[in-house]
């Protein structure tokens, strides 16, 4: 089934890309995580970030080529890596936030990073493991890939800062992620133009 494969503006240096068979993750991952963002950037420069033309993606643009454990990466998907990467090069955004295993081997793929990864191999911890390296090597002059999760299951790392914060596991992802998401976004803030003027 196609679906309308893209919104916002593809010259905002914020960009999320998200596989169109879950597209509630903007919602149930994306909000909580932007909202305590927008909190830490508000409290430290009493500003906000516009939100009204990040640019939002679908993977791929007809949700039966999503691959699965069978079908992993056919020629359509392959298409359309050729095709995002065209964009991302044109655009250079400066954070490319992906949502669960196949948005983030997408990317990987767009970047040609090696080896290729199959399904299994992007579980939770692989991808806070990814998240993770994404905040210790960012760098303003290009474009990081930030992986964050497609939904939060309970992990060991989050259950014991849970007991630290007294937070639910979810509430407690959203606050590290959108934590350090903000500490990059406000060191660096001179060089991003996402201010609410």
């Known amino acids: 089934?196609?679906?309308?494969?893209?919104?916002?503006?593809?010259?905002?240096?914020?960009?999320?890309?998200v596989n169109p068979k879950h597209p509630v993750v903007r919602h149930n991952i994306w909000s909580p995580v932007l909202d305590e963002i927008q909190d830490r950037v508000y409290r430290e420069m009493h500003t906000r970030i516009d939100t009204t033309n990040i640019f939002?993606?679908?993977s791929v643009s007809d949700c039966s080529i999503v691959p699965n454990t069978l079908n992993w990466w056919g020629t359509e998907v392959a298409k359309e890596i050729e095709l995002f990467r065209e964009i991302v090069l044109e655009h250079k955004p400066k954070l490319l936030i992906s949502f669960g295993a196949f948005p983030f081997e997408f990317v990987r793929r767009v970047?040609?990073?090696?080896?290729?990864?199959?399904?299994k191999y992007w579980g939770t911890s692989n991808l806070e493991d990814e998240f993770e390296k994404s905040i210790e090597n960012f760098d303003i002059n290009k474009t990081?890939?930030?992986?964050?999760?497609?939904?939060?299951h309970a992990s060991e790392h989050y259950l014991d800062a849970q007991n630290c914060h007294g937070r639910t596991e979810g509430?407690?992802?959203?606050?590290?992620v959108g934590k350090k998401l903000a500490e990059k976004v406000i060191e660096n803030k001179d060089s991003l133009n996402i201010w609410i003027k």
């Open 144 to 152: 990081n890939r930030i992986p964050l999760l497609r939904q939060v």
């Open 111 to 119: 970047y040609q990073i090696k080896p290729e990864k199959g399904p």
């Open 56 to 58: 939002i993606r679908n």
């Open 1 to 17: 089934m196609k679906i309308k494969q893209e919104s916002g503006d593809r010259s905002y240096p914020i960009w999320l890309l």
């Open 171 to 176: 509430e407690n992802y959203y606050y590290n």
